[in-house]
């Protein structure tokens, strides 16, 4: 691994968000050796129908230590209750933590506006954090930083108040597999709770091969919606040929409360993602 090889932090609401929603930017670092770190803000106690909370957060944990493991990357939980985070001061400097001490180059969230409340929790609470992370007297018992990192928003495609603007697109195709797979650790939620939050528990299949095969159609019908909603971005970044035929992606939002994005900061935190 190079010492100039950018860090990558991914704070999610939930154990699955990171992979869901930025698996194949994780995977890509990863591909090259550099450093990624998966945060759930959440303990994910809430995401099931017939399990019980207080055993649903032991669950959930070792699944998400699991998902880490199939990039071979650390993926924390913590332990603020999901279903009822809020934008606290506690939430603010536990993040403010966790940026001065792994000191990343690029992070990456849920936007502001968004339909879960606990995603919106974690945007704003990273948004309200990031200038802070650079001042000396908040949170004093960790050393502050000298410069922001770049924070990027993950994928959406919610329109009000106003739909996400790509700076950055990324073909996920290539790492299509490994997202899933990392998804599949994840059982009570893709296999158990989903589907029956979305009306399809008939649906999974019993035996696991199959299961797998499932997943990888519902996940990749699932994010298509994205290379429509973005083609224009696709287009100018990939050239129109593979611009037009791409299908599966992450497009980012850049930030403009923390460090901007030059066109050198780009290449190195978003390698690969154009040609």
């Given amino acids: 691994m190079s010492l100039d090889a950018p860090r990558l932090l991914i704070l999610g609401a939930h154990p699955d968000d990171a992979e869901f929603h930025a698996g194949g930017l994780a995977s890509l670092y990863r591909s090259l050796s550099y450093p990624v770190r998966l945060v759930s803000v959440t303990d994910g106690g809430a995401g099931h129908h017939q399990r019980t909370r207080e055993s649903l957060v032991g669950i959930r944990r070792r699944e998400a230590a699991a998902a880490g493991k199939v ?3 650390p993926y924390v939980t913590w332990d603020f209750p999901d279903g009822n ?7 603010r400097d536990r993040i403010i933590r966790e940026i001065r001490s792994y000191q990343p180059d690029l992070v990456m969230t849920h936007r502001i506006h968004d339909y879960h409340p606990d995603h919106r929790a974690v945007g704003q609470a990273v948004q ?15 050393e502050h930083l000298g410069r922001d990192p770049v924070v990027a928003y993950m994928p959406d495609l919610f329109t009000r108040p ?6 950055v697109v990324l073909d996920i195709q290539p790492y299509l597999a490994t997202i899933v797979r990392m998804l599949a650790c994840h059982r009570s939620q893709v296999f158990e709770f ?3 939050n979305l009306g399809c528990p008939e649906e999974v299949p019993a035996d696991a091969p199959e299961q797998l095969a499932w997943l990888t159609d519902w996940f990749a019908q699932h994010i298509r919606p994205r290379a429509d ?3 224009e971005p696709l287009v100018k970044a990939y050239g129109p040929s593979r611009g037009a035929e791409i299908e599966w992606i992450e497009a980012f939002e850049i930030s403009e409360y923390a460090a901007a994005l030059d066109p050198v900061a780009k290449e190195r935190l ?4 154009r040609p």
């Fill in 229 to 231: 909603r973005f083609r």
């Fill in 85 to 91: 985070l809020v934008n606290s001061l506690e939430l």
């Fill in 128 to 142: 309200d954090a990031s200038y802070m992370v650079t001042v000396p007297l908040v949170v004093p018992d960790v």
């Fill in 162 to 167: 106003y739909p996400l603007q790509p700076d």
């Fill in 270 to 273: 978003f390698p690969l993602s």
């Fill in 71 to 73: 990039i071979d990357t």
């Fill in 194 to 196: 989903l589907p029956y």
